[in-house]
């Protein structure tokens, strides 16, 4: 499945932004998704996930309350919004999908999901 992520942007702090992800090439609906992260100089983050059943959703406690993550299974694709931002949440921000279903655990593991996309700048600056 191929997966291109866009919506980002420049914002100022406390400022909102939605990302979106379209996936192509395979059964969306079939896919967990989900969202990393990577800051210069640091290594990537986990931010937020979603299943394909049911739609469960986890997040990393750094944007729990702020993100969003839900997808629409119609339109291939998954979306991520993001509320009160802060600029320590610049970073790339990476859609993820797998085809497995993982255990809650693993869900925060990178090398659990089979494919990326290319990403997409996200600064929060003033």
């Known amino acids: 499945v191929q997966l291109q992520a866009f919506g980002g942007g420049l914002v100022q702090p406390g400022g909102s932004l939605r990302l979106s992800c379209a996936a192509s090439g395979g059964s969306f609906g079939t896919y967990a998704m989900g969202w990393f992260r990577q800051a210069p100089g640091k290594e990537r983050e986990f931010v937020a996930a979603?299943?394909?059943?049911?739609?469960?959703?986890y997040y990393a406690a750094s944007v729990r309350g702020r993100f969003t993550v839900s997808r629409d299974n119609g339109k291939n694709a998954v979306y991520l919004q993001m509320n009160s931002l802060k600029p320590e949440d610049t970073a790339v921000y990476y859609c993820?999908?797998?085809?497995?279903?993982?255990?809650?655990?693993?869900?925060?593991?990178?090398?659990?999901?089979?494919?990326w996309g290319q990403g997409t700048q996200v600064t929060v600056s003033s």
């Open positions: 993820v999908a797998t085809g497995s279903s993982p255990i809650q655990s693993s869900l925060p593991n990178p090398d659990t999901y089979d494919y």
């Open positions: 979603i299943r394909r059943s049911f739609g469960g959703t």
